[in-house]
């Protein structure tokens, strides 16, 4: 079984920065793609950002050039650096995780329990 914990997460004012984390434990061969999704009160799920074992990244337009994923496979862990946070920021984070069990299993994904960040003066 793979658990994904997420932290920190929290209250800032606009302009600000946060850094989240979420570090992925249990037994495992490999995870391939982590990323961070966000939803945001009455919206639906989104994808922030991704990041490939080979750290290839993408972005969501909307935090293009404010936000930045990476990771530290030694760790297990991925990071997003969020800088000139807006209000319209305002969500419950997930981790997400693609990990392949096993040498022989087809990968599935994990997700994080969330971490809320709110973006207020």
């Given at each position: ?81 969020m800088n000139s946070l807006r209000p319209e920021d305002t969500a419950v984070y997930y981790c997400n995780a693609h990990v392949t ?21």
């Amino acid at each position: 079984q793979v658990q994904l914990v997420e932290s920190g997460g929290g209250l800032v004012q606009p302009g600000g920065s946060l850094r989240l984390s979420c570090a992925a434990s249990g037994s495992f061969f490999s995870i391939n793609v982590m990323a961070w999704y966000r939803q945001g009160p009455g919206k639906q799920r989104e994808l922030v950002a991704g990041i490939t074992s080979g750290a290839g990244t993408t972005y969501a337009d909307s935090v293009k050039g404010r936000f930045t994923i990476s990771r530290d496979n030694a760790k297990n862990t991925v990071y997003l650096q969020m800088n000139s946070l807006r209000p319209e920021d305002t969500a419950v984070y997930y981790c997400n995780a693609h990990v392949t069990p096993t040498w022989y299993s087809t990968g599935r994904d994990y997700w994080g329990q969330g971490t809320q960040v709110t973006v207020s003066s």
